[in-house]
């Protein structure tokens, strides 16, 4: 299963890293990854202008996103599109950390949880 990573460097700049979490065939109930270790689950809502200047993560999380894309711009002025069902490994807690924004002028819902 792919996923992306955004982490930080010691300079305090961030990056995206591309991720691949291995699955094991479990047989009937499909496959499997290793299981995760979380502390809590939290979902969100966030409305159709959603547009957030450089920010940090709260803290190492997973955001799976539910319904509606992001755009999410690193330090360094990569930018990348992710779309609904996407899973994103967000770790740059510290430095100069990352912009988000919405695709679509709609309200998008997404999962946190958190590492």
Avoid at 31 to 45: G, H
Avoid at 56 to 71: C, D, M, T, W, Y
């Amino acid at each position: 299963m792919k996923i992306t990573r955004i982490f930080s460097d010691e300079e305090g700049e961030s990056y995206f890293e591309d991720l691949e979490i291995p699955l094991i065939d479990q047989g009937e109930i499909g496959y499997l990854s290793e299981n995760f270790e979380v502390k809590k689950l939290q979902f969100r809502k966030v409305s159709a202008d959603y547009n957030y200047d450089f920010h940090h993560a709260p803290q190492k999380q997973f955001i799976v996103l539910l319904n509606g894309g992001v755009e999410i711009e690193t330090s360094l002025g990569e930018l990348r599109r992710f779309q609904t069902g996407e899973i994103l490994l967000v770790e740059d807690t510290v430095g100069k950390g990352h912009k988000t924004r919405n695709l679509e002028k709609k309200e998008r819902t997404s999962l946190f949880i958190h590492l």
